[in-house]
């Protein structure tokens, strides 16, 4: 059902309940997720971004319940991933009179995904657009999180359409940040946040001073996915102020995997010397939990502690695409280390070491390696590597 967010101005997204999947299997959403799209209507007509081409009937017989599409005067696509052009050809063939309004980047992507010939029309960075009464204004935000990627700022209404910035992968019964769980909402947006803009935190920092700098002002914030920022709408710009500049936290993560239960009691050890020096924890079994979820704890963590069996002269397999996705985002600001068991080799530890320093993790303290079930002094081994970690973590001990 199509709500107005503004006078004159509606969303005419779709809530995907049931999507638990994103990005492939890149990114899960097991809270669902929305495909925003919003309708200006004023003396010119313009749509900001579709919606994911599955949902394309759904999506057009909304918009036909507000306007007719031929008379639509613009499609701006600030974004050309297919969760937010999916329904655009669709939509271009009913609204034969308008232009696809796109970033400079976007003439690129735009016509590389869909190759139509349609009017075309690249904005920006303090490019504007009159519809009548209201004026847009376009700000390009490259690698947030595509280099196409811009903002589309509604003057009058100081409403700004943020693509990919400020999202979560959301389902929800209402649209606004005020009718929904703030604690749901804040974990939703931090998932979001660190699983696909972590990379380029460098540039969100940067991208926000440049629009804080320009004093617009912004009672709405409406991203393209979960719901929209109209309470305190600068909050969750503060928040990926926050983020963006990932300062280590006192708390850490005691990451691991087991095949007898050796580990995973190496594990517990490790975390009860974490817990002696103050340092709460999470401890986290690899095979049990959600790696998206699993790396925002990470990203929250200032300390990782990873442990792991040795097999076939290595770690168990499931922590590798944990460590292949904590690679590509790029985080910054954590001491780490290793420990594991073995029976046969014993290799685990130094491959895992390898793979905190890849990560970007400075490796603080030597890693600990029992043989068979640890004896009581390899746990104790582990309670003291808890509390060297929390000491470091603490700024009691350098790294």
């Not at 002094?377 to 000491?391: D, H, N, P, Q």
Request: aromatic letters at 10%; one cysteine or more.
């Amino acid at each position: 059902m199509h709500t107005e967010i503004k006078p004159g101005i509606h969303w005419i997204g779709i809530v995907d309940w049931g999507l638990r999947h994103f990005h492939g299997h890149e990114l899960s959403t097991n809270r669902g997720s929305t495909y925003n799209s919003y309708l200006i209507l004023d003396e010119k007509i313009a749509v900001v971004d579709t919606v994911w081409a599955p949902f394309t009937d759904d999506y057009l017989a909304q918009l036909r319940q507000l306007v007719d599409p031929a008379r639509i005067d613009y499609v701006i696509t600030n974004h050309a991933e297919p969760d937010h052009s999916g329904a655009l050809p669709a939509l271009m063939r009913e609204a034969v009179n308008a232009t696809v309004v796109v970033s400079k980047k976007g003439m690129d992507s735009v016509p590389g995904h869909y190759h139509q010939d349609w009017r075309f029309k690249a904005v920006g960075t303090g490019d504007t657009l009159s519809l009548g009464r209201r004026e847009l204004l376009f700000l390009e935000a490259p690698m947030l999180h595509w280099p196409d990627t811009m903002f589309t700022y509604v003057k009058n209404d100081a409403l700004l359409f943020s693509n990919d910035a400020f999202g979560q992968h959301y389902a929800t019964a209402f649209r606004f940040n005020d009718q929904v769980d703030p604690l749901e909402l804040e974990q939703e947006a931090l998932k979001y946040y660190v699983n696909i803009l972590t990379p380029y935190s460098a540039m969100v920092t940067k991208k926000i001073a440049e629009i804080l700098a320009l004093k617009l002002p912004v009672d709405m914030i409406a991203p393209s996915h979960g719901v929209l920022w109209r309470q305190n709408p600068l909050q969750i710009v503060t928040k990926y102020q926050e983020w963006a500049a990932q300062q280590p936290q006192p708390q850490a993560v005691v990451l691991y995997e087991s095949m007898w239960h050796a580990t995973r009691r190496m594990a517990e050890a490790v975390g009860d010397g974490l817990a002696d020096a103050g340092v709460p924890y999470k401890l986290i079994y690899a095979s049990a939990n959600d790696r998206n979820d699993i790396l925002t704890d990470i990203f929250q963590a200032g300390a990782v502690v990873v442990g792991s069996s040795t097999v076939n002269n290595g770690f168990l397999p499931s922590l590798a695409p944990i460590f292949s996705e904590w690679k590509g985002l790029r985080m910054k600001n954590k001491i780490g280390a290793a420990f594991g068991s073995y029976g046969w080799s014993g290799e685990s530890v130094k491959l895992v070491e390898a793979q905190l320093k890849e990560c970007g993790v400075t490796v603080a303290h030597p890693g600990i390696l029992a043989k068979w079930q640890p004896k009581p002094e390899e746990l104790e081994a582990c309670r003291a590597l808890g509390r060297a970690v929390a000491a470091t973590l603490k700024g009691e001990t350098k790294a």
